[in-house]
């Protein structure tokens, strides 16, 4: 069993960046795929990046390609989402997610534990 934490979400301006945090605790996460994951209300919860095992290969959506860095520190057991240059679009929860297959994945279903999320808002 794996137990995840997101931190870090709040209510910025357009422009602005946030860093997000997700601490793992239970088996340790060097051994998980990890992903992020947002939901705005009324709409289903969309991929954000993915992150594999040894940290060299990542995948992003092409609404935050450029924006968006996600990062890990296994000795940590965290997952980094940096936010850059937000935008009111990026408004949504996010959630981190972890994945005990071999390779990353990009939808919801691929995944086999989430945390509670984090609201972020950006503002125009």
């Known amino acids: 069993q794996v137990q995840l934490v997101e931190s870090g979400g709040g209510l910025v301006q357009a422009g602005d960046s946030l860093r997000l945090s997700c601490a793992a605790s239970g088996r340790t996460n060097r051994w998980y795929n990890m992903g992020w994951f947002r939901q705005a209300p009324g709409k289903e919860r969309d991929f954000v990046a993915a992150i594999g095992l040894s940290g060299t290969s990542t995948n992003y959506a092409d609404s935050v390609k450029g924006r968006f860095t996600i990062s890990r520190d296994n000795a940590k057991m965290t997952v980094y989402l940096q936010m850059n240059s937000l935008k009111p679009e990026d408004t949504a929860v996010y959630y981190c997610?972890?994945?005990?297959?071999?390779?990353?994945?990009?939808?919801?279903?691929?995944?086999?534990?989430w945390g509670q999320g984090t609201q972020v808002t950006v503002s125009s």
């Open positions: 997610a972890a994945r005990s297959a071999a390779v990353p994945g990009t939808t919801p279903r691929e995944y086999d534990y």
